[in-house]
């Protein structure tokens, strides 16, 4: 049972909808744990080869987290706090089926870093992003000042951060923030069309390929080819491996 969010698996994708019944979607203390056991049941559903998480057709993807909460915080429970949230991305990146953030509109503050822990964002041409924290005298505490120099470059991650700017959909392009960006009058059927594409791969190409690619970021470029031709060779032999594809 969800009360902040909606599961349901449709040609071969799951679909993790936030929907706090607000006008914005925020990541409450409730909302995490509800995300994390969402993902948990999507990754367990052997129906599901591909996940998507987004807000649609709300006005957001996600707010980031709830001043009201995190007024009351101590010390103690901004942490905890920190490491709940921590935790949740570290699931979706340790999570087998590839996840594509569906960014319908909003992605604030910890909204911005959860769709970090997706593997793909496509966002629609309503997308605004931005991380407030310095001028409301915070930091994220969900990986963003980690996350977004290795996806943006630190240039970008600089300017997000001290400026606590809006951006848009180009900027999303410009700086890399985003796979591509679609009309939001067609939005979520092209996002749904992606995904049952990517949907309709062997589960374990996917799964290998998600693997490598995050390993990356965290071993030598030697240690990565050993990991990769490990992989590699596990997928093999193959019974229904089309050479025409291949070639």
């Known amino acids: 049972m969800y009360n902040k969010l909606r599961l349901e698996v449709k040609n071969r994708v799951g679909f993790m909808t936030m929907d706090s019944g607000a006008r914005f979607n925020k990541l409450t203390i409730n909302m995490l744990k509800e995300l994390k056991r969402g993902l948990a049941e999507l990754q367990a559903c ?3 080869a591909c996940i998507v998480l987004s807000g ?3 006005e957001s993807f996600a707010v980031g987290a709830d001043i009201g909460q995190m007024v009351k915080f101590d010390s103690q429970h901004a942490f905890a ?3 709940l949230g921590q935790s949740l991305f570290a699931a979706m990146e340790s999570c087998p089926k590839p996840i594509i953030g569906a960014l319908n509109g909003i992605a604030m503050g910890g909204g911005c870093d959860l769709s970090l822990a997706c ?3 496509i966002a629609s041409d309503a997308l605004r992003f931005a991380h407030p924290g ?6 994220t505490g969900f990986c963003g000042t980690q996350k977004l120099p290795r996806l943006l470059g630190r240039n970008f991650a600089n300017e997000i951060f001290m400026t606590s700017d809006v951006f848009g959909p180009e900027d999303a392009l410009r700086m890399g923030y985003v796979n591509a960006v679609r009309p939001a009058a067609t939005f979520w059927q092209e996002v749904v069309a992606f995904a049952e594409r990517i949907a309709a791969y062997p589960a374990s190409a996917l799964a290998y390929a998600k ?5 990356a970021e965290d ?3 030697k240690n990565g080819c050993t990991l990769e031709s490990g992989l590699f060779g596990s997928l093999f032999p193959i019974r229904d491996l089309n050479e025409k594809e291949v070639r």
Not at 134 to 139: R, Y
Not at 211 to 215: Q, S
Request: hydrophobic share 45%.
């Open 46 to 48: 052997d129906d599901a």
């Open 56 to 58: 649609y057709p709300g």
């Open 81 to 83: 706090f920190a490491e």
């Open 119 to 121: 593997d793909l964002r």
């Open 134 to 139: 310095a001028k409301l005298g915070i930091l």
């Open 211 to 215: 693997k490598a690619v995050n390993a």
């Open 219 to 221: 071993c030598d470029l």
